[in-house]
């Protein structure tokens, strides 16, 4: 579904993606671990268009997406919620959903009742504006917004970073939930325990490059790995 070949990418002169490389295919949920600094989010950014990679090749579902902007990355079914909130302030929690809701052909399985099914605490304020949600509540609406734009992958960077315990707990859970439903799914967090728990395959990057990749019984069963790049 995705593959990174080889993937070079720079801010400036100062190269931060040296000869990446990982694959998601259909149905998989795929983390993305590492120190700060390592490059994860640079990863997502060159995925998305929205920073250049400049070696390499970024393929999904068989089409090179280097040099397409990100509009038409998102058009072609990939569903990004970013580290960080970046919700409408000024807009409801209706409104948000609804502005990216998409649906093609009237066969998109994500709809704003089905949204409002996986985060209860949205439906309880449908009505608030996104300036008037918590922390938490805002990151459920980050989620929920990139899920109604029907997305055949979904990446999400930081997925329970900042969060309260019970929020992140929730955010497990949709997880969870999306994988039963077969949602492609590649994550960025610093949850070894959850991240082993739900998903079917990770890698590991260090300055720029994948050190290590495996199954999670691989990675819960080595400790040097565990401690050597995460610090666990």
Not at 11 to 40: A, C, I
Not at 76 to 82: E, N, S
Not at 95 to 120: C, I, K
Not at 153 to 167: S, V, W
Request: glycine share 10%.
């Amino acid at each position: 579904m995705l593959e990174l070949q080889d993937v070079e990418a720079a801010y400036g002169r100062s190269q931060v993606l040296f000869g990446m490389h990982l694959r998601v295919e259909p149905g998989e949920v795929v983390t993305l671990m590492g120190r700060n600094g390592m490059g994860k989010t640079t990863t997502v950014r060159a995925i998305m268009g929205m920073t250049r990679a400049h070696a390499g090749s970024i393929r999904f579902e068989g089409r090179d997406l280097r040099g397409l902007p990100p509009f038409r990355i998102a058009k072609l079914g990939l569903g990004l919620v970013p580290e960080g909130r970046q919700i409408f302030p000024n807009l409801s929690v209706r409104e948000n959903l609804l502005a990216t809701a998409r649906r093609e052909r009237g066969t998109g399985r994500w709809t704003l009742g089905r949204v409002l099914e996986m985060f209860p605490r949205l439906a309880q304020r449908v009505a608030a504006m996104g300036n008037q949600l918590s922390g938490g509540e805002q990151q459920m609406l980050s989620r929920g917004r990139a899920l109604m734009t029907n997305p055949r992958l979904l990446i999400l960077d930081e997925a329970t970073e900042g969060l309260a315990p019970l929020i992140r707990a929730e955010i497990w859970r949709c997880l969870e939930n999306l994988k039963a439903e077969g949602e492609s799914i590649l994550v960025i967090d610093k949850n070894v325990e959850a991240l082993t728990r739900i998903a079917d395959r990770h890698y590991i990057i260090e300055k720029g490059a994948v050190a290590w990749s495996g199954r999670s019984a691989e990675l819960r069963a080595d400790q040097a790995v565990l401690h050597r790049f995460l610090g666990v």
